[in-house]
């Protein structure tokens, strides 16, 4: 067992099957325009180094809004230590230069679907084709009368692991902080729901709407750099098995 500062107690064999499950599960419907290679159930994630965000919201006191900023922020402060990543606003890179990055759109659905269907438009990329997938992306939420947050993952060609663009679109509402907090990091590349661990945000049936330190653990695990990105399962477990050993065993002297 892993004894946390505190006196949390977390088990070795819940957190490998976590770090399996957001790594390398797959969403399973396809959504209008998605890639053949979306399911292909490798891993996924962004280089280390810098990630450039840009943030837009209908809401004029968004600036302040401590809903998105508070578990933004945090996130912005975890994520170096835990992945080699830094969050960084997009406007200090020359557009030219930039790596890969996220968008995030924060608002009324209405806006939200406006807002993806414009992007669209700027990419030359089919209009009413994104607005389907707004529709379908968010009709669960709908259904469950849950605020439509969701994270769209592009990927920069079919050969390539890395991600080209991340977009994340919240809908303003209460539950606005367990949003950011599951869609900001599902955008960063290998979060996916888990089903078969409780003990996380990941997985929708268990209400849990904060980071839970498996997360963290699990997170941490995907971007260790003995892990490759288009690692498949298979080739990733046994390095994840490590990594998760070297968690659980005995403190240095």
């Known amino acids: 067992m892993i004894r946390l ?33 979306w399911s292909d159930a490798r891993l996924r994630r962004f ?13 004029p006191d968004f600036a302040s809004n401590p809903a998105f900023w508070g578990p933004f922020r945090l996130l912005a402060e975890k994520l170096p230590a835990l992945t080699g990543l830094t969050l960084i606003p997009r406007s200090r890179i020359k557009l030219w230069d930039g790596p890969p990055g996220l968008m995030i759109f924060v608002g009324e659905r209405a806006w939200l679907k406006e807002s993806l269907v414009g992007l669209a ?21 709908v259904v469950r ?3 439509v947050c969701f994270a769209e993952v592009r990927f920069r060609a079919e050969d390539s692991a890395e991600l080209a ?41 268990r209400g849990e709407t904060i980071p839970t330190s498996y997360d963290w653990l699990a ?18 477990e046994p390095e994840i098995e490590a990594l998760v050993d070297a968690l659980t065993g005995p403190a240095p002297d």
């Open 5 to 37: 500062p505190g006196g949390e107690t977390l088990d070795p064999k819940v957190l490998r099957q976590l770090a399996l499950d957001i790594g390398f599960g797959r969403e399973m419907f396809q959504l209008p325009g998605d890639a053949p290679h």
């Open 219 to 236: 997170l941490s695990i995907l971007y260790d750099p003995r892990l490759k990105t288009g690692m498949t399962r298979d080739e990733a």
């Open 121 to 141: 438009r700027l990419a030359g990329a089919d209009e009413a084709q994104a607005a389907r997938r707004f529709d379908r992306l968010s009709l669960p939420f």
């Open 47 to 59: 280089r280390r180094g810098g990630v450039p965000v840009e943030v837009y919201s209908d809401d």
């Open 165 to 205: 663009l991340s977009v994340v679109a919240l809908e303003t509402s209460p539950d606005l902080p367990e949003c950011v907090y599951e869609e900001v990091m599902q955008a960063l590349g290998p979060i996916n729901d888990s089903r078969t661990v409780a003990q996380t945000l990941f997985n929708d049936d």
């Open 145 to 147: 009368g849950r605020p």
